[in-house]
């Protein structure tokens, strides 16, 4: 967890009551958020490197422009949807759009992003993605429950079904499971991962594995829709507060600005 702070200047303190006033104030310019590694999207700090990923970054622009400042709480996603339903944090900011919706969050109106999906296969494989029929008898990699439903129906039922079971290969862990996966399709031990563009991308050139593998499209039939949700265990006035500055400043991020931050992690939107 951490937490800017802006700079505090004794001269201004009067009284008390002014002290009590500042520190509701800041309280209430606090924007505690919740997130899970999903590399180049959200990115757990390191020792090495500062980097919180495209959409904090992103997240970080459009709040800190309005005053507000941003407490980070690094968790696996399953914690940080409890903690927004507990109300513990404010929001978590990219959480696959489901039209059926959750009792105890509210999506915002403006997605983070909507993402093409593609295949990373092994660079000497002819293999493309021709509907469902295409990935039979092939090994494929994927995580434990994870929900590939609204961007094809066919191919999250292809893995759930228990007689695909022998190529279905699910890889557990919190942080390093597409790095795993690209070495495992490198290795021959399974032949293709499904996943969203940009993560595709930047784990290519982060393991620098051009040589071994590639990026293949079509992808799956449907985009994966992300979205931000807010906790409806918090007051209903800041709740809408803090869901308008998102949907103003995520339109207001369109086009160059958005480019440039995917660019900082040399990934780029399919045109």
Excluded at 165 to 191: L, Q, T, Y
Aim: with cysteine; hydrophobic share 40%; charged share 30%.
């Amino acid at each position: 967890m951490s937490k800017r702070k802006r700079p505090f200047n004794l001269a201004f303190i009067m009284s008390f009551s002014a002290v009590a006033s500042m520190a509701s104030i800041s309280h209430a310019a606090t924007l505690k958020v919740c997130y899970d590694q999903w590399a180049p999207m959200t990115m757990f700090p390191t020792e090495g490197s500062s980097a919180r990923g495209v959409v904090i970054d992103m997240l970080d622009q459009i709040y800190s422009s309005r005053g507000y400042d941003l407490q980070y709480y690094e968790v696996p996603l399953a914690r940080g949807l409890n903690m927004v339903e507990e109300g513990v944090c404010d929001m978590l900011p990219e959480y696959l759009y489901s039209k059926d919706g959750e009792e105890s969050f509210v999506y915002a109106d403006e997605q983070t992003f909507a993402y093409t999906t593609a295949f990373i296969i092994r660079r000497d494989d002819p293999w493309r993605y021709d509907g469902i029929k295409s990935i039979e008898g092939k090994r494929i990699a994927t995580g434990p429950g994870w929900d590939y439903s609204s961007a094809s129906a066919d191919y999250q039922n292809y893995i759930d079904d228990p007689k695909n079971s022998s190529f279905v290969e699910v890889i557990a862990g919190d942080d390093d499971v597409v790095d795993r996966v690209f070495r495992m399709i490198r290795d021959n031990r399974v032949d293709l991962y499904a996943d969203n563009e940009l993560v595709l991308q930047y784990v290519l050139n982060k393991m620098n594995l051009h040589d071994d593998l590639m990026i293949v499209r079509p992808g799956l039939e449907n985009k994966l829709v992300e979205m931000p949700i807010f906790s409806k265990n918090i007051p209903d006035a800041r709740r809408q507060e803090l869901m308008r500055v998102w949907n103003e400043g995520r339109l207001s991020m369109k086009g160059e600005k958005e480019k440039i931050l995917l660019e900082k992690y040399d990934v780029a939107l399919e045109e």
